[in-house]
């Protein structure tokens, strides 16, 4: 079992806060959790998507910002976000050999973010 969350830890990287940026339709995010906090309006509001990936660095902020924009997420957000986040953690790991490294070398230990 491995529990990962602030900066301090070693398993850190794990975190969508990590400082890995990370590419998506022909757009970079930096960091995973800016693309998935965009996915909650890419479809439907690309304009809100773009500026949530673009309205600060830091993952903490970008949060607060969509949460502002609650009432214009994605209809099925509840029911998607899950595999969000799978789409999301695999374009992380997959276009960083460091990481994915890393994620392989923690064989069938479960993860946790701790948060």
């Known amino acids: ?7 301090d830890n070693p398993f850190y990287d794990f975190s969508n806060s990590s400082p890995h940026p990370v590419r998506y339709e022909g757009k970079t995010y930096p960091t995973s959790e800016h ?11 690309p304009n809100i998507a773009e500026y ?5 660095r830091y993952p903490r902020d970008i949060c607060n910002e969509a949460d502002r924009y609650h009432n214009q997420i994605r209809p099925d957000w509840l029911h998607v976000q899950i595999n ?10 997959n276009q960083h050999e460091d990481l994915k490294r890393e994620l392989l070398s923690t064989g069938d230990a479960e993860l946790i973010q701790d948060s």
Do not use: A, E, H, P
């Open 84 to 93: 969000v986040m799978d789409i999301v953690l695999s374009f992380k790991f």
């Open 52 to 56: 949530i990936k673009t309205c600060s």
């Open 35 to 45: 693309l998935f906090q965009s996915f909650k309006f890419l479809d439907d509001k």
């Open 1 to 7: 079992r491995i529990l990962f969350n602030g900066s």
